[in-house]
């Protein structure tokens, strides 16, 4: 049973924008820390940016003033927007669910590649 759907990934040229989406089920959006990751090639998967049910953010260092994280309660969505894109910004990113005690969920990834 899926329960995270990512969409919204590309090609960007450097300095643009994406915005990615992610479609979760209505109880891991009651209950749940929602983040993004990402994974560049040949690296660790890493934490871009999260925010808990009440609305508390907190960024990676290399994404801070350019990326945004929301969510939409009533459509179950997570965003997240990304502006001045770099070159290495370039990642598999992931959509997230964790909750203390509970089990962690993962999307399937969307690729975003910037580059001119």
């Known amino acids: 049973q899926v329960q995270l759907v990512e969409s919204g990934g590309g090609l960007v040229q450097p300095g643009g924008s994406l915005r990615l989406s992610c479609a979760a089920s209505?109880?891991?959006?009651?209950?749940?820390?929602m983040g993004w990751y990402r994974q560049p090639p040949g690296k660790q998967r890493e934490l871009v940016a999260r925010?808990?049910?009440?609305?508390?953010?907190n960024y990676a260092d290399s994404v801070k003033g350019r990326f945004t994280i929301s969510r939409d309660n009533a459509k179950t969505m997570v965003y997240l927007q990304m502006n001045s894109l770099k070159p290495e910004d370039t990642a598999v990113y992931y959509c997230?669910?964790?909750?203390?005690?509970?089990?962690?969920?993962w999307g399937q990834g969307t690729q975003v590649t910037v580059s001119s």
């Open positions: 209505e109880w891991i959006f009651r209950f749940y820390t």
């Open positions: 997230n669910a964790a909750a203390t005690g509970l089990s962690e969920y």
């Open positions: 925010m808990t049910r009440a609305g508390h953010t």
